[in-house]
């Protein structure tokens, strides 16, 4: 059974920084991919960062320069290391997998997702 658990998440005044970790059991054998996506509600979900099964990442734009994913491969965790927050990150943020090759990484081609970890910026 495919789990991901993710943890990191609080609150923290604007300019601050959190790392998100997302702890994966149970994977199938194969490629896959892994995100972090955010949801504000009322608003669309958005992917924030990937990494692929070779290793290759993605940083959406807005968040390009101070956000950065990696993967832990022997703990089988995948992080999220987010510096100089702002108000507009805040977001509930997930851990997802994607299990194909090559990965489409829309939120709707998601095979596994965790439950989420909160994160507040306040100005």
């Known amino acids: 059974q495919v789990q991901l658990v993710e943890s990191g998440g609080g609150s923290v005044p604007a300019g601050g920084s959190l790392r998100l970790s997302c702890v994966f059991s149970?994977?199938?054998?194969?490629?896959?991919?892994m995100y972090w996506f955010r949801h504000v509600p009322g608003k669309e979900r958005e992917r924030v960062a990937g990494?692929?099964?070779?290793?290759?990442?993605m940083i959406t734009d807005s968040v390009k320069g101070r956000f950065t994913v990696s993967k832990d491969n022997a703990n089988n965790t995948l992080y999220l290391q987010m510096n100089s927050l702002q108000p507009e990150d805040t977001a509930m943020y997930f851990c997802?997998?994607?299990?194909?090759?090559?990965?489409?990484?829309?939120?709707?081609?998601?095979?596994?997702w965790g439950k989420g970890t909160l994160v507040t910026a306040s100005s």
């Open positions: 997802a997998a994607e299990v194909a090759i090559p990965c489409e990484g829309t939120d709707y081609a998601m095979d596994y």
């Open positions: 149970g994977y199938p054998y194969g490629g896959y991919c």
């Open positions: 990494i692929d099964s070779d290793g290759t990442t």
